[in-house]
């Protein structure tokens, strides 16, 4: 079958409905992830969905696919993504499909496949299943595998709540901005002890506000704005399918995610010293110098939430985070990301300690930090684009600290840290663009490599900044 092989990324498929993906490929995808369970033996999967509008004719071709190979399937219908992740260890299976794009706006769709518990494809995996569905070399089964449904949600409810005790009752502003959590959250936390006060709560797939990205800067202060007129405690944003989120404390403060990466890093190690905490090379330099004051061993690795997983795992780490709101605590939860529960984490923290986030906040070292910054670049020229940016980089900052291909396998770009904050250039392991972020601690620095960062982009006319994927360009201005 011929397929866009570029919706094939490094860890899941993406791609745009009626364009990449149709009723035809999905449940040829379908039927090439059936054959690569198989061959592994699994012959169980769980599937849920988000709200895209695409989701509901994917999750019936995607069904058909997969139970064509044998596969007996849960049907767990409308979902966050941590409650697929959930309905693995519910019903005992290592199969489990999400069908989503998460952070991708509207008009894509995309499908994260499981490989064991809380465990998602690798690259190779990924390419495995690609050449399934090109060559359609799909597993033939004489019986075709059975359907039922479920419904988890009472069962993911007590399950996260019996790992969280609140102190105090909080204020807490959430915003969905139309997406799937709107039809979990707000039960979750009033049953956990918040007054919750919701915002864009009725799922739309349409994403009639833009899309639910805690990532941008316009979501988040939108969220902002809501919290100071509220008075709340808290504020959070949550994606589309419910696993990361992006937070701003009482006074209305954007709290980037690596600086949430800290505040776990930090709750953790207070009770396992010297543990590993892992952390993807978009963070701040706030997290190791928070993880090295707290005793803890700070790792920096790969984007990506498969890979950061499978760095826990290997290094029997106690926690791992990234800029983009994937959390994963391996304390005392199931090591994947959920992002329900780490708000709640959150607010546990705050409610032990009997302080505020803007306090604790005050209590980490201080940087001028962008946001993460996301800029159109096609997926057949990203990567050159970022090869030939990293050698004029690192020759324009030889005494800068590299990270780089030579430090972590794999091609996330490259990142330059120096005392007083960090550049990074990378491109996108799951869609067609680049990103950047960069810090210092005085304005005058912050501003210079600000310009450095955009007059360096704005030399590769293979840049499409009015692209639909490009997020907080205002922070490059």
């Given at each position: 079958?011929?397929?866009?092989?570029?919706?094939?990324?490094?860890?899941?498929?993406?791609?745009?409905?009626?364009?990449?993906?149709?009723?035809?490929?999905?449940?040829?995808?379908?039927?090439?992830?059936?054959?690569?369970?198989?061959?592994r033996?699994?012959?169980?999967?769980?599937?849920?969905?988000?709200?895209r509008?695409?989701?509901?004719?994917?999750?019936?071709?995607?069904?058909k696919?997969?139970?064509?190979?044998?596969?007996?399937?849960?049907?767990?219908?409308?979902?966050?993504?941590?409650?697929?992740?959930y309905?693995?260890?519910?019903?005992?299976?290592?199969?489990?499909?999400?069908?989503?794009?998460?952070?991708?706006?509207?008009?894509?769709?995309?499908?994260?496949?499981?490989?064991?518990?809380?465990?998602?494809?690798?690259?190779?995996?990924?390419?495995e299943?690609?050449?399934?569905?090109?060559?359609?070399?799909?597993?033939?089964?004489?019986?075709k595998?059975?359907?039922?449904?479920?419904?988890?949600?009472?069962?993911y409810?007590?399950?996260?709540?019996?790992?969280?005790?609140?102190?105090?009752?909080?204020?807490?502003?959430?915003?969905?901005?139309?997406?799937?959590?709107?039809?979990?959250?707000?039960?979750?936390?009033?049953?956990?002890?918040?007054?919750?006060?919701?915002?864009?709560?009725?799922?739309?797939?349409?994403?009639?506000?833009?899309?639910?990205?805690?990532?941008?800067?316009?979501?988040?202060?939108?969220?902002?704005?809501?919290?100071?007129?509220?008075?709340?405690?808290?504020?959070?944003?949550?994606?589309?399918?419910?696993?990361?989120?992006?937070?701003?404390?009482?006074?209305?403060?954007?709290?980037?995610?690596?600086?949430?990466?800290?505040?776990?890093a930090?709750?953790?190690?207070?009770?396992?010293?010297g543990?590993?905490?892992?952390?993807?090379?978009l963070?701040s330099?706030?997290?190791?110098?928070?993880?090295?004051?707290?005793?803890?061993?700070?790792?920096?690795?790969?984007?990506g939430?498969?890979?950061?997983?499978?760095?826990?795992?290997?290094?029997?780490?106690?926690?791992?985070?990234?800029?983009?709101?994937?959390?994963?605590?391996?304390?005392?939860?199931?090591?994947?990301?959920?992002?329900?529960?780490?708000?709640?984490?959150v607010?546990?923290?705050?409610?032990?300690?009997?302080?505020?986030?803007?306090?604790?906040?005050?209590?980490?070292?201080?940087?001028?930090?962008?946001?993460?910054?996301?800029?159109?670049?096609?997926?057949?020229?990203?990567?050159?684009?970022?090869?030939?940016?990293?050698?004029?980089?690192?020759?324009?900052?030889?005494?800068?600290?590299?990270?780089?291909?030579?430090?972590?396998?794999?091609?996330?770009?490259?990142?330059?840290?120096?005392?007083?904050?960090?550049?990074?250039?990378?491109y996108?392991?799951?869609?067609?663009?680049?990103?950047?972020?960069?810090?210092?601690?005085?304005?005058?620095?912050?501003?210079?490599?600000?310009?450095?960062?955009?007059?360096?982009?704005?030399?590769?006319?293979?840049m499409?900044?009015?692209?639909?994927?490009?997020?907080?360009?205002?922070?490059?201005?």
């Amino acid at each position: 079958m011929k397929i866009n092989p570029e919706i094939f990324r490094n860890y899941d498929i993406r791609g745009i409905v009626d364009k990449d993906l149709n009723i035809k490929n999905v449940e040829a995808i379908a039927k090439a992830y059936g054959t690569f369970l198989n061959r592994r033996k699994i012959r169980q999967a769980v599937v849920g969905r988000d709200c895209r509008l695409s989701g509901k004719d994917f999750t019936k071709a995607f069904i058909k696919g997969l139970t064509a190979t044998g596969v007996d399937v849960i049907d767990l219908g409308m979902i966050m993504t941590q409650m697929m992740y959930y309905g693995q260890y519910r019903f005992q299976v290592n199969g489990g499909v999400m069908i989503t794009a998460s952070h991708n706006p509207f008009n894509f769709n995309g499908f994260k496949l499981g490989v064991g518990f809380s465990k998602t494809t690798e690259m190779e995996e990924v390419q495995e299943i690609r050449k399934y569905v090109e060559n359609e070399n799909f597993f033939i089964s004489e019986k075709k595998g059975k359907i039922t449904k479920a419904d988890i949600k009472e069962d993911y409810f007590n399950d996260v709540l019996k790992r969280i005790r609140l102190k105090k009752k909080f204020k807490v502003v959430v915003d969905f901005r139309h997406g799937t959590p709107g039809m979990y959250v707000p039960e979750l936390f009033a049953r956990a002890g918040c007054e919750t006060v919701c915002i864009r709560q009725k799922v739309d797939g349409s994403f009639p506000d833009g899309t639910p990205d805690p990532i941008d800067k316009q979501f988040i202060e939108e969220l902002a704005k809501i919290v100071l007129k509220e008075k709340a405690d808290f504020g959070i944003g949550f994606d589309g399918d419910g696993d990361r989120i992006g937070v701003v404390d009482e006074k209305g403060r954007i709290l980037w995610n690596d600086v949430l990466v800290a505040i776990f890093a930090q709750e953790i190690l207070e009770r396992f010293p010297g543990s590993k905490i892992i952390y993807n090379g978009l963070c701040s330099r706030v997290v190791p110098e928070v993880v090295n004051k707290n005793g803890g061993v700070p790792i920096i690795w790969r984007t990506g939430h498969s890979f950061i997983k499978n760095k826990i795992a290997e290094e029997s780490a106690t926690f791992g985070g990234e800029l983009s709101g994937h959390f994963f605590f391996n304390d005392n939860a199931y090591g994947h990301d959920d992002g329900s529960y780490a708000a709640l984490r959150v607010l546990e923290y705050l409610s032990d300690k009997n302080t505020t986030l803007s306090k604790l906040y005050e209590t980490f070292p201080v940087y001028i930090s962008s946001p993460e910054i996301k800029i159109g670049c096609p997926d057949e020229k990203k990567a050159e684009v970022i090869k030939d940016l990293s050698t004029k980089f690192k020759a324009d900052f030889p005494k800068a600290k590299i990270t780089d291909s030579k430090n972590i396998p794999g091609d996330d770009g490259t990142r330059a840290d120096f005392n007083d904050g960090m550049i990074i250039f990378r491109y996108s392991q799951n869609g067609p663009y680049i990103t950047v972020k960069f810090e210092a601690k005085a304005q005058n620095i912050y501003n210079a490599r600000k310009k450095y960062v955009r007059e360096m982009l704005e030399s590769y006319p293979e840049m499409i900044w009015q692209d639909e994927l490009s997020v907080n360009l205002d922070s490059l201005k």
